[in-house]
């Protein structure tokens, strides 16, 4: 595969933006010509738009590329879970009404992580403005989560008898460093200002509420997988899988069930854990370019 992109930052710099969003101050980056298609690249835990700054200047030639920062991440304001919903149906609504302000009618969504579900929200509510779907580590299917989500299940199931010890989980300095090295080939490739700026954050005052609020209505998400299914087998949307394939998080099955919904979908396995883009950004971002130039919707 020829990995080599046209690249030209002076053309399209990152814009750094916010806009009020319900009272909500949202901060997004959008780069790229700006009646090229359009590309929603929606972040996971617990990270923000910032996960995509390696991305977005090899794909900005040819594509409108918009990044948000969900309601409590990143440079988004976070509002106290007193005063706010903290759930993921009300992050996709917040989305779907920053579409509108933007006047996105029709785009491609960037899944990984915490943006799978948001971004299955967005699809399941107007399928038709769904161009296509780019799927990096986000999962739609029960076998996709690994052993390692037994502490969450546990955190379902009974919130007060195991929400200590997510909270200390969530919290641990070396909980941080291992969300981006677990799995990863060649360490030296990972900047360690990811987990520390990642810890800085998730220390935040206020930031342990909210992510606990997220963590606990994740269980939603389970729950909707037979419906995201049926929305996958019935749409049948172009669909690229591209999974960093030593994530012990998400597993290699959970990458490949997506093939059984949508049998002409292009799946990938690569070498790299959750946050593929850290080890594998050249290579996603020539699987990108090429699978939306042969789609005739995207």
Not at 155 to 165: G, I, L, N, Q
Request: net charge negative; charged share 20%; aromatic share 10%.
């Amino acid at each position: 595969m020829n990995n080599d992109l046209q690249i030209d930052r002076g053309v399209f710099p990152v814009r750094h933006l916010t806009v009020d969003v319900k009272g909500v101050r949202i901060f997004y980056r959008e780069a790229g010509p700006p009646n090229a298609p359009v590309i929603l690249l929606l972040h996971g835990f617990p990270s923000s738009s910032r996960m995509f700054g390696t991305l977005i200047p090899l794909l900005a030639p040819h594509y409108r590329l918009i990044a948000p920062d969900f309601p409590g991440f990143g440079q988004s304001d976070a509002p106290s879970p007193n005063n706010f919903r903290y759930t993921f149906d009300s992050l996709a609504d917040y989305v779907t009404e920053l579409l509108q302000q933007l006047n996105v009618s029709r785009c491609a969504l960037y899944l990984q992580d915490y943006g799978g579900p948001i971004g299955f929200r967005l699809a399941m509510a107007h399928p038709e403005r769904v161009t296509a779907l780019i799927i990096q580590n986000a999962v739609a299917h029960a076998e996709g989560l690994s052993d390692a989500w037994a502490g969450r299940k546990a955190f379902w199931a009974d919130r007060y008898a195991h929400e200590e010890k997510v909270r200390q989980t969530m919290l641990s300095p070396e909980g941080a460093r291992q969300r981006h090295l677990a799995g990863v080939l060649r360490p030296e490739l990972i900047d360690p200002d990811t987990w520390s700026d990642e810890f800085a954050f998730l220390t935040k005052p206020g930031t342990a509420e909210i992510q606990l609020e997220l963590v606990y209505d994740y269980r939603s998400n389970v729950a909707a997988y037979e419906s995201w299914q049926a929305y996958l087998r019935e749409h049948q949307p172009p669909t690229l899988v591209v999974w960093g394939k030593n994530d012990p998080l998400f597993t290699i099955a959970g990458a490949m069930a997506y093939g059984r919904d949508v049998p002409n979908a292009e799946i990938h396995l690569l070498n790299a854990g959750h946050f593929a883009l850290d080890e594998e950004v050249i290579a996603i971002a020539a699987l990108i370019q090429r699978f939306l130039s042969t789609q005739n919707r995207a």
